[in-house]
């Protein structure tokens, strides 16, 4: 039956057939053109492009912009026709680009953009005969974020608690917060409107515990939004509290000795915030103090160096709001200063160097005088040369004088 129906299809259908392929190609010669999205800043202006394109002369009866919302409907935003002219909602913002002079433009210009003009926008362009075209833009409104980092100050408590905190203000939309990956703590995140409708407020804390380590310590808040060309890094130095540590005590150069006269010690300490005068406690682990030994906060005033400090070890205790620490120095009392023992040391050095010398002059002396006395003995042995050699001895010692041969 189909095919029988083909068989005797009358000429006229295939002029109608033909003639909507010929409609149908020509139509698609007609389209809307979007060249690319649009991008505003908040409280600027942007352009949304559309114009039509066609290979063939075409009457544009109507150019119509609306805006669909979340649900799918549309609602009118712009219109314009040939003969009536524009007809726009908001006319003191919203604009036709060109439509006046060239009705293939349709582009439409707003101003005074705010979050609630974000969507996507229709373009329609009614011709004829070859009726409506369309398309759709996307126009997207951003809001440089106001991007703040502070320390805080934590309480004196070694518990976790905030320590900095970074702040990206009124942004659109909202800015992206992070913190380095190797800083031991952890962060939690707020939200809240910003003070321009449709803007939002992040606030991203950072945790710790307290600690000397983090004390002092740079650390960088980084805000990344969409609007900037480059991460906004905000540097944070970190004031951390903690109890104290690496207590020492100077002032004792270990030549000590009885009589010594105003010494002081003093107690150092590395702790935030730093102990008041109350905060320090000096001790001994043999006993009290002797009379002469005075506690002023940090310092231990020693007017005369008695005995009775002798093999004593000295304790200072610090203590701050977050816990306390010690140091202690060992005391030895000598009789002497160093120096005196030195000096005699080095004194009877001297002393056994002289004697040393000496008896070895005395000794060199001694061998010399012998060896003399033995050399005179042979010459008296010898008959030939006795005649021209006299001894004589004097005060003990043994001389030798010789003289050559004269004439009688």
Not at 249 to 269: K, R
Request: a neutral charge; hydrophobic letters at 35%; glycine letters at 8%.
């Amino acid at each position: 039956m189909a095919q029988l129906a083909r068989a005797t299809r009358s000429p006229l259908s295939w002029l109608l057939l033909l003639f909507c392929y010929a409609l149908r190609k020509a139509g698609g010669d007609i389209r809307v053109l979007v060249p690319y999205n649009s991008t505003g800043v908040l409280g600027g202006s942007t352009t949304l492009h559309c114009s039509l394109t066609s290979n063939e002369n075409v009457t544009i009866t109507q150019i119509t912009w609306m805006k669909k919302d979340s649900g799918g409907s549309h609602a009118l935003v712009a219109v314009f026709h040939p003969k009536k002219g524009p007809n726009i909602k908001e006319p003191e913002r919203v604009k036709f680009l060109a439509a006046q002079q060239d009705l293939r433009n349709a582009s439409l210009a707003i101003s005074n953009l705010s979050v609630e003009d974000e969507g996507i926008y229709e373009c329609q362009i009614a011709t004829f005969p070859r009726g409506s075209r369309s398309t759709n833009a996307w126009l997207k409104v951003q809001a440089r974020p106001k991007n703040t980092a502070e320390a805080l100050e934590p309480s004196p408590t070694l518990i976790l608690q905030d320590v900095a905190k970074c702040i990206s203000a009124n942004g659109h939309p909202p800015g992206r917060i992070s913190w380095p990956s190797n800083v031991n703590g952890s962060h939690r995140e707020m939200k809240e409107p910003g003070s321009q409708p449709g803007t939002t407020t992040v606030t991203s804390y950072l945790s710790m515990v307290p600690s000397r380590q983090a004390d002092g310590k740079n650390i960088t808040c980084t805000v990344e939004h969409e609007s900037l060309q480059e991460l906004d890094q905000l540097l944070v130095t970190l004031s951390q509290p903690y109890p104290p540590e690496n207590v020492s005590i100077s002032g004792y150069d270990g030549n000590w000795y009885v009589g010594l006269t105003n010494l002081t010690l003093t107690c150092e300490a590395h702790s935030k915030p730093a102990p008041d005068m109350a905060g320090y406690n000096w001790s001994t682990t043999t006993g009290d103090f002797p009379n002469s030994v005075k506690r002023q906060g940090n310092m231990l005033l020693i007017s005369t160096v008695e005995d009775g400090l002798n093999n004593t070890v000295i304790v200072c205790e610090v203590t701050n709001a977050l816990g306390s620490g010690q140091g202690q120095v060992h005391i030895i009392v000598k009789e002497k200063p160093e120096n005196m023992q030195q000096n005699t040391r080095l004194h009877l050095g001297y002393i056994f160097l002289i004697v040393f010398v000496l008896a070895v002059v005395i000794i060199i002396a001694a061998l010399y005088t012998i060896r003399r006395c033995r050399h005179g003995r042979a010459l008296q042995s010898n008959p030939s040369e006795r005649e021209n050699v006299q001894y004589s001895s004097v005060n003990g010692d043994c001389r030798l004088n010789m003289e050559p041969n004269s004439t009688r």
